[in-house]
């Protein structure tokens, strides 16, 4: 069964950093890019990064730079969203997808997210 499963979200205040884990299972992540997107109540997903399934790659939403840091390792399965400097706006439900066509296109397989929640 392909599966995606994320984790890592939480309660942090801003400032904070929170790494998010995108697990794996069913298929092999090795030709598949990777992307993460977030929705927050009321508004529409977004998408925050996206790495090429070599890594080489990489990019992120304006909001984001400088702050966030996606990253992969192939032999554990899973893609990893570094978060530094939380800000209240960045609350929102975090999801990674995987596609085999490259970051420009659509995503054939999502994972149900992981929550992230800043605020002091």
């Known amino acids: 069964q392909v599966q995606l499963v994320e984790s890592g979200g939480g309660l942090v205040q801003p400032g904070d950093s929170l790494r998010l884990s995108c697990a794996a299972s069913?298929?092999?992540?090795?030709?598949?890019?990777i992307g993460w997107f977030r929705q927050a109540p009321g508004k529409e997903r977004e998408t925050v990064s996206c790495?090429?399934?070599?890594?080489?790659?990489?990019v992120y939403a304006d909001s984001v730079k400088g702050r966030f840091y996606i990253s992969r390792d192939n032999g554990k399965n899973t893609v990893y969203l570094r978060m530094n400097s939380l800000k209240p706006e960045d609350t929102a439900l975090y999801y990674c997808?995987?596609?085999?066509?490259?970051?420009?296109?659509?995503?054939?397989?999502w994972g149900k997210g992981t929550q992230v929640t800043v605020s002091s």
């Open positions: 997808a995987a596609t085999i066509r490259g970051c420009s296109y659509g995503m054939d397989y």
């Open positions: 790495i090429s399934h070599r890594g080489g790659t990489t």
């Open positions: 069913g298929f092999t992540l090795d030709y598949y890019a």
